[in-house]
Every structure is written in C-alpha cells, then in structure tokens.
C-alpha cells in the first residue's frame, strides 16, 4: 500500500476520530501540540545560532575592510615620503652615484604605486562577506 492515499487514508482518520473518546482526544491534542512546540523550539534556537554567526561574520568584515583601509592608507603614506626622500637626495647632491640611487628610490617608490593601484578591491572592501577571519 502506498504512503499515502487521499480517500483511503481520510477516511481511517475520519473513522477513527468519531471512535475516540473525548479523553484521548485531549490527550492526542496535547501530544501533538506538546511536539510541535518542541520543534518551534529548535526551530528558534536554529535561528538564533544564525543570527549570532551572522553578526560574528558582519564584525570580521568590518575589522578586514578597517584593516585594508589602514594598510592602504599606511602604503600612501610610505609611498609619499620615498618620492621626497628621493626629490631631497637628487637636490642636495650633484654626485652620478646619488642621483642614480635617488633615481632607484623613485623606481621603487612608482613600483609600489602601481601595486596599490593594481588592486583596487582593497580600497572599497571588495573582499566580500565570504572572507572570515579571526578576531
């Protein structure tokens, strides 16, 4: 016999229902009733636990974007004192050798700018929700 069959299984229930007494019904009323509170229970507690990872990983989120907004901001800086620090060093010596090193130090300086630049997602938190980390 199949799991479920509409009139037959409809019919059993209607039988058996005008067969109980009221006592039992009660008693069934407050099995099923008792059950179904037990399952909202853990249906709660389920949601609960969510919210609470959620919230876990909305903060881990912010403090990555707040780490990639400080480092960024720390690579400028940087950035901007080696373009001085070379600008200074080619003013004040007229040396082959210091002008070449002040000329590297530029180099190293653009190369740096460029690898900021190249990766524009750190700059609007473009890591995503996806990325955990531990606090």
């Not at 002008?99 to 180099?107: E, F, K, P, V």
Request: one cysteine or more; charged letters at 20%.
């Amino acid at each position: 016999m199949p799991l479920y069959h509409p009139p037959l299984q409809a019919g059993f229930l209607f039988r058996a229902i005008v067969r109980w007494k009221p006592e039992d019904m009660k008693s069934m009323c407050i099995r099923i009733l008792r059950s179904l509170d037990r399952k909202l229970d853990q249906v709660v507690g389920l949601l609960q636990i969510i919210v609470e990872k959620e919230t876990l990983m909305s903060q881990a989120t912010d403090n990555l974007a707040a780490a990639v907004q400080k480092e960024t901001s720390i690579v400028s800086s940087v950035t901007t004192l080696i373009s001085g620090l070379a600008a200074q060093i080619k003013q004040t010596s007229s040396d082959p050798q210091v002008q070449a090193l002040a000329d590297q130090i530029n180099g190293n300086s653009d190369t740096l700018a460029k690898a900021v630049a190249a990766n524009p997602a750190a700059d609007t938190g473009g890591v995503g929700s996806t990325a955990q980390t531990a606090s």
